[in-house]
């Protein structure tokens, strides 16, 4: 069944001059508030009885309206005063910030997509919203699962629960507050992740999914978004994860899983004492050539080596830049850092890469390494200390992440070249596999 939006893009100029023209006054002004004309088949509830609906999508697939029209759904009555079929309902995000800015006051948030006359009111000193015929929708954020204590729900909105920190926990005591009406229901919004928790909900018997990439939203989304994504991530496995919508688990053999990668992101801070920035140069520099591998890392190296640990600080990789100007790039991230030294594969290019970066700053501190194994033998031993949890991760990290994913046992699974995973092996490797040792020629450390 074809929304009236998809109808209204292939319909003929007479075809909706009729139909514009068979509208009342109230009807014509009522139709950019009917989101069940509008929306997608992915966004409208399925008919099915369900205790938890699950939206899963990529980027842009249009869940956080479908999300924020739920919720109007149950709220709101047949008048602004008569009332709807939820009158408690808990919106829950990673952090406070992101239900209020996202969830609330976002372009497809809740208040965007109400009308004039059944706009709630935002009380930001308690995080609610209010509508005028008394129904509230409080925002909780899954970093403190025990607000979910106490409080009871008659529906229930989860955003982007995938990547929530504490998913299992927040997820559990929702359940426990959603306990009021005849029938309450919860909502989930997310681009998927391989986490457990949402790996539970998803295989609940009382469980429905609906699915849609990136791409059947795309007559609201800028295109040029569109073709540089497809560009860059098509075929990919986090092109699966953030544009098709794919819950995409662990590779055989993955030296590094999701759970490993999300212990980094949550790690304790680390103050590091010694700070590289690690680069694998590209063979070429057009926009089809692979990146040039700018990995930022520290170390805290005091103490015994068993307990050093590290912080993978900053991902400054670059595509189709001039040896120039990855290695402006990379010299700007060692600025920025306070870094000690740079780090630079001289597979590709040899004494040139050197001579390169040296071009710009002859005095930079400097380390040449060579790769004489393949890459899985080289990122094996820097795979097991995130094993060990002595790998933290800043944020903004997803391009190294999703490589990450996709290096195996039997090699390199992803398209292209791991660029950013290689730098993020030399600079791990500099700071901790190796901190005292050298083979080969004197400046050269050969792996």
Known sequence: MKSGAVWLASAQPEEIDAFLGSLSENALMALPWVFEFWALPHQLPPETAWKTWVIMGGRGAGKTRAGAEWVRAQVEGATPSAPGRARRVALVAETLEQGREVMVKGESGILACSPPDRRPRWISTRNLLEWENGATAQVFSA?????????????????????????????????????????????VTTTPRNVEALKAILQNPSTVITRAPTEANRAYLAQSFLAEVEARYGGTLLGRQELAGELVEDLEGALWTPMMVARARGAAAVSPARVVVAVDPPVTATKQSDECGIVVVGADTRGPVGEWRAVVLADRSVRGASPDGWARAALAAMAEFGAERMVVEVNQGGDLVTQVVRQVDPMVSLREVRAMRGKWLRAEPVAALYEQGRVAHGPDLAGLEAQMLQMTRTGWQGRGSPDRLDALVWALTELMILPAGRTGRPGVRTI
Not at 164 to 178: H, I, N, S, T, Y
Request: charged share 25%.
């Open 143 to 187: 970093h403190d699962p025990e607000r979910l204590r106490g409080p009871q729900f008659d529906a229930a909105w989860a955003d982007e629960l995938a990547k929530w920190p504490k998913a299992g926990a927040a997820w559990d005591q929702l359940q426990f507050a959603l306990r009021l009406g005849e029938n309450p229901q919860q909502v």
